[in-house]
């Protein structure tokens, strides 16, 4: 790999945030707590000197991605960030292809399970969205 296709991290200031957000009609009942909204957990690489500064960073990126369109329906839309739903600091002294970026501890678990944790590359495949979430039929 060439050297400027790395991303230097020998500070230990990348970090991976998932900004929690939801897709739902401007005019809602509110009060109804247990309604269906489109909800996406979307993670962004942070540069941050600490973790806190991290996660304000990734709650102000989340705030500035709020917006309003109108649908197919012509339904009023809005996407509405919720929040942060993980922060995770990335050790790796040298971001590049091929790296380890996460990783999960599914703890000690029967085979099938583990044999569950995995998909097939049509479904990991044909289930990635367009950049474009402002999709008309939301």
Request: proline share 3%; charged share 30%; with cysteine.
């Amino acid at each position: 790999m060439k050297e400027n296709d790395k991303i230097s991290n020998s500070k230990g200031n990348w970090y991976i945030v998932e900004i929690i957000e939801k897709c739902e009609p401007v005019l809602r009942n509110e009060s109804q707590d247990l309604r269906r909204v489109l909800t996406y957990g979307n993670h962004h690489l942070i540069k941050a000197k600490s973790p806190k500064e991290a996660y304000r960073k990734a709650v102000k990126l989340g705030k500035e991605n709020e917006y309003k369109f109108i649908n197919t329906h012509q339904v009023e839309m809005e996407w509405i960030f919720v929040g942060i739903g993980d922060l995770l600091p990335i050790y790796e002294e040298n971001i590049e292809d091929g790296c380890e970026l996460m990783w999960a501890n599914y703890g000690n678990i029967s085979n099938r399970r583990a044999n569950r944790l995995v998909y097939t590359e049509s479904e990991l495949v044909d289930n990635i969205k367009p950049k474009n979430r402002s999709i008309g039929s939301v």
